[in-house]
């Protein structure tokens, strides 16, 4: 049996007293205590970030931007909503420890906390990039809101990062995961074959994987259609063939199967004893391919890797870079342009041999003497 949370303790009243001054304030209570009950991940963030030293009217606020962007913008609690209340909440908490008033923070202090981070916290480039994008959506949404009349973190900008190549699996490494997955017992074989299989035919994100429910799913006896409730609260409908539509009747049927209840349409289930028949959880996706990877003897895996394995084989079979773009739910196409530079249709564009002969004087070796003749290089009588 999974415990029962722990009761939602009410605000402090000096946090209560700041809201009626605050826009849609007073219903904040409302949207804390449906948030909160929500979603697990979230609410363990903000249950820590409540009891951080900050003055009343920051954690106030913290509350209310989270609400806006949980509520108003869709974003996901689970990721979006607890990576960003994490991070201001440790701003505040900082801002609070050095006596700065975080309603008048400067780009002077903004850089100081940089510099905290970097010290104290001892994380890298991204992560520290990820802060300052958090930190310029916060305070953005007080500039929206009248709290002040400009953001004073608009300027600010994270270190830069060195763009790294995408990675992709190959054929091989593919076979050696779903290896692993046949020689697993029944029925985690069938429900990880399946989590594979649309991982590799769709495209998923792990944040859209851990949220499928059976609703979002249409098939025909050959074909299928799943639509995504991507970034932004963006649908995108992505089909897909051939054994993944298999897999996924296979799993289904599985599921009914199962010798406990299972009271929720989400697609994938924990078969574990203490989370029996209970959504698996996002970390556990990620424990699911980290199993099989270690089997199959890959040295590197992860989720995205499908995704980006998706990508440049839709490529490699003709797809223009448009419609990649679309099925991956990408904001922009630069995005997608990153992922097919490791296509193998993009490795094969590289210059001749024979250019470089041409250019260095010497003759080709190797090359049959039609080939040459085609090329202009050897003039036939």
Request: glycine fraction near 6%.
């Amino acid at each position: 049996m999974k415990a029962a949370a722990a009761p939602l303790a009410p605000l402090p009243s000096a946090v209560l007293a700041e809201l009626e001054h605050l826009p849609n304030g007073p219903q904040l209570p409302a949207y804390r205590a449906t948030l909160m009950a929500s979603e697990p991940l979230f609410a363990e963030v903000m249950r820590r970030v409540e009891v951080y030293p900050m003055v009343p009217r920051a954690l106030a606020e913290l509350w209310l931007w989270q609400a806006h962007l949980v509520i108003d913008c869709a974003s996901r609690p689970s990721t979006t909503g607890r990576s960003y209340a994490r991070t201001v909440g440790r701003f505040l908490r900082w801002a609070t420890s050095v006596e700065l008033d975080y309603a008048v923070a400067g780009i002077g202090d903004f850089d100081r906390w940089q510099r905290w981070l970097a010290m104290e916290c001892r994380n890298g480039p991204v992560w520290r990039r990820q802060q300052v994008q958090a930190l310029r959506n916060f305070y953005d949404w007080r500039r929206s809101r009248g709290l002040a009349p400009t953001n004073p973190a608009a300027d600010l900008s994270g270190p830069r990062v060195k763009t790294k190549p995408a990675r992709k699996y190959t054929d091989e490494h593919l076979r050696g995961l779903f290896r692993s997955v046949a020689e697993s017992p029944e029925p985690r074989a069938t429900r990880d074959r399946c989590a594979l299989l649309l991982l590799l035919a769709t495209g998923l994100r792990r944040e859209e994987l851990c949220t499928l429910t059976l609703e979002q799913f249409e098939l025909t006896p050959r074909t299928g259609v799943v639509r995504i409730r991507g970034k932004g609260s963006k649908e995108r409908d992505v089909p897909f063939e051939g054994p993944s539509v298999s897999a996924l009747r296979d799993w289904l049927m599985a599921r009914d199967a199962l010798g406990f209840p299972v009271e929720h349409d989400a697609v994938f289930v924990s078969l574990s004893a203490a989370t029996r028949g209970e959504p698996l959880a996002m970390r556990s996706y990620e424990t699911l391919v980290a199993h099989h990877a270690k089997r199959a003897k890959l040295r590197d895996w992860g989720i995205h890797r499908f995704r980006v394995t998706f990508a440049t084989q839709l490529y490699d079979e003709g797809a223009d870079i448009e419609t990649i773009r679309a099925l991956m739910g990408h904001e922009s196409i630069e995005t997608t342009r990153r992922y097919l530079a490791v296509s193998e249709r993009a490795r094969r564009t590289r210059l001749s041999a024979d250019r470089q002969h041409r250019v260095l004087g010497t003759k080709p070796t190797g090359t049959p003497l039609w080939a040459r003749i085609a090329a202009g290089e050897v003039i036939s009588d």
